[in-house]
């Protein structure tokens, strides 16, 4: 009995360990297979190494492709402007005003040579701050007449022979004065004068000293206007009158500058360009009155 019970207990436990034995081999089985394990029917594949997701940040933007690196230039300072240029003026008729108009005289200095049967050089004749006028300070060089301080003693003028700028009339010139900016070189001026002086009158219609002016004489009346504001000096500009019978207007640039009132009597007046010496003397070309052309129009 007790070894039936024996044989029994025996068959029991064998049985036991067979089913622990089993129960085990079907855990190690799972643990190989892993989570991931691919279902019944599902393809097999070679297991691959994965890679960490990363967790999404703002992208910042791509940077442009590289090149090659190139040799950079210094920076080079901006060119300052220049300044517009003067107007020239036209045949038609007087810069700045409208209306119908004749050309009653005209020099554009296109030759080699002062045209003696219209200016006269006043040759031996005393100016501005005793400077004697010689002819041989006044050249006709590439469209300009350029009168010229030989030195403080010598200058030059050329006036009209027989023309007279009449009363109605409008006289032109364009000039560039000797300096620089706002400060006149030598004695220049461009002016109109009467016969029998005073009483003929005198307009100024650009003069130079020191500062670029505009005056009038007359027996009994004088004005001094003063300088005219801005940079007159070492470039073309274009100078004007109309003579009224009892007044004047001047225009620079095309620009009314001044008006004022004339008392002389009426007669026309000659056309003068003068160099003297100033207070700040300059001799030779730079310190040269240049001229381009001398322009008379009337009324149509």
Partial sequence: MVKNRRRRA????????????CAGATVALLAAAGPGSPSRG??????TQSTPTATPTQS???????????????????PSPRPSPAPVGSLAGPLGLGGRWTLVFDDEFNGDALNTSVWNTHDGWTNQNGVTDSAANVTVSGGHAILTLA???????????????????????????????????????FWTSGPDWPAGGENDVAEGFGALTVNYHSP????????????????????????????????WDGRLVRTYSTADNGAPETILLTLGAGDHVVTGPAGAL?????????PA
């Fill in 10 to 21: 025996a068959r029991l436990m064998l049985v036991v360990g067979v089913v622990l034995a």
């Fill in 42 to 47: 599902a393809r097999h594949t070679a297991p």
């Fill in 60 to 78: 910042s933007p791509a940077p442009p492709p590289a090149t090659a690196p190139t040799q950079s230039s210094p920076a080079q300072p901006a």
């Fill in 151 to 189: 030195s403080p003693s010598s200058g030059a003028e050329i006036g009209t022979q027989t023309f007279g700028l009449a009363v109605g009339e409008f006289a032109q010139a364009r000039i560039e004065f000797p300096g620089r900016g706002a400060t006149i070189d030598n004695w220049p001026a």
């Fill in 220 to 251: 009994t009346v004088v004005h001094l206007t003063g300088r005219v504001r801005g940079d007159w000096a070492g470039h073309f500009h274009v100078y004007g009158i109309y003579r009224g019978r009892t007044f004047s207007r001047v225009y």
């Fill in 290 to 298: 240049v001229v381009d052309y001398v322009r008379v129009w009337a």
